[in-house]
């Protein structure tokens, strides 16, 4: 291994600081993990069998997804396809994060993963792009949004009848509008802007005309590789953590 | 292959869908600890980080009623006025509900 200097030194109290950064979505995840585990039992799983797929597999799509596949029996390869593709977009947030994690040792690289999600990654990659290392929020704001899963399900699993409604209060649009926000807040050089037209464009080509739930991969393999023959200025530009302050609202 | 969802079944198919997952997670950080990180690397991995976001909302956008479309559009003009997303995503939900409570389902 040539990066044998774990260099990534990692801060308690920042960790703690991204926990209540990320508290505020994680009501809506709450919220979230309300509408899964109510759909969850409606489909005949048991609510501690329930808890335990929050638990355990903490990817609420991919959930969804299984959790519409149940029936008195499952079979396995068609599951186990559509739960990789829908969670194939972890690889790249994973790969994304390498050149932060590869300063860290392995075990505890690995166990960060654990806690990777949509959110906490966004934050993540869109301060890189502004130049500042933060894994802390993966640590942090990861617990506060898998505790805020948990807790959804639960309450969707014992009092899922009492949220009839939650299109009607926006709240499946909560994860679209953070995502959108993260995108428009990081880097925004033509060279990007290009890359998410080509992203965009793809990822609708791949919605409309490929299997399903692949569209997350082409798209964003399409933009990479916009990158990929588009250089940036040079990368070294970006300075090392020295410093990192924190932006949070 | 089929299971049966009884009790030992679905905690086989729990513990697969997990390890799944697990893989998905595992899986780029592995690969790309045998990828030497050029800056060609580097700039294929800043620009599919954010390409994964527009990636995921544009089906959504397209596919979406016109509240989805308005809580889009509402984020991403607060979002760029003000760079707090916060109040942004907060609009947007906002305008998600005002557009289906007004029952309005085309533009």
Same mark, same amino acid.
């Given at each position: 291994m040539k990066h044998a200097s774990y260099r990534y030194q990692f801060s308690a109290r920042k960790v703690r600081s991204e926990f209540f950064r990320l508290l505020p979505i994680s009501l809506f995840v709450v919220a979230f993990g309300a509408a899964f585990g109510l759909a969850a039992v409606q489909k005949g799983l048991e609510p501690l069998q329930t808890l335990l797929m929050s638990t355990t597999v903490?990817? /609420?799509?991919?959930?969804?997804?299984?959790?519409?596949m149940w029936g008195s029996e499952v079979s396995l390869i068609p599951l186990m396809a559509?739960?990789?593709a829908i969670n194939s977009r972890h690889l790249l947030m994973g790969a994304s994060l390498y050149p932060m994690l590869r300063e860290m040792p392995p075990g505890r690289r690995y166990s960060l993963l654990l806690l990777l999600t949509d959110a906490n990654w966004a934050v993540s990659a869109q301060e890189y792009q502004g130049? %500042?290392?933060n894994l802390e929020v993966i640590l942090g704001g990861g617990l506060a949004i898998w505790l805020a899963w948990i807790f959804g399900t639960w309450l969707g699993v014992y009092f899922g009848g009492l949220l009839k409604d939650p299109q009607s209060l926006g709240l499946d649009m909560v994860l679209g509008c953070f995502l959108l926000a993260m995108a428009l807040g990081g880097e925004k050089s033509p060279r990007i802007?290009? =890359?998410? =037209?080509? =992203?965009a464009?793809?990822?609708?080509?791949?919605? %409309?005309?490929?299997?399903?739930?692949?569209?997350?991969?082409? $798209?964003a393999l399409a /933009? $990479? =590789?916009? $990158?990929?023959?588009?250089? /940036?200025k040079k990368s070294e530009d970006r300075q090392p953590p020295a410093g990192d302050k924190e932006t949070s609202e | 292959m089929i299971i049966e969802t009884t009790a030992a079944g679905t905690l086989a198919l729990i513990a697969l869908i997990t390890a799944v997952?697990?893989?998905?997670?595992?899986?780029?950080?592995?690969?790309?600890?045998?990828?030497t990180i050029s800056p060609r690397i580097e700039s294929f991995i800043n620009a599919m980080a954010s390409s994964v976001l527009i990636a995921i909302i544009a089906p959504m956008a397209f596919s979406g009623d016109v509240g989805s479309v308005a809580a889009l559009i509402v984020t991403a003009l607060i979002m760029l006025i003000t760079r707090k997303p916060l109040p942004a995503i907060a609009a947007g939900m906002a305008a998600a509900g005002l557009v289906r409570?007004? /029952?309005v389902t085309s533009l």
């Open positions: 903490f990817a /609420g799509a991919s959930q969804f997804a299984a959790v519409d559509v739960v990789f130049g %500042k290392r802007l290009v =890359a998410w =037209a080509v =992203a464009a793809s990822s609708l080509a791949a919605w %409309k005309w490929l299997p399903p739930n692949i569209h997350v991969v082409v $798209g /933009g $990479g =590789a916009v $990158g990929f023959f588009w250089l /940036g | 997952t697990l893989v998905t997670r595992f899986g780029g950080v592995f690969l790309m600890s045998f990828v409570y007004l /029952g």
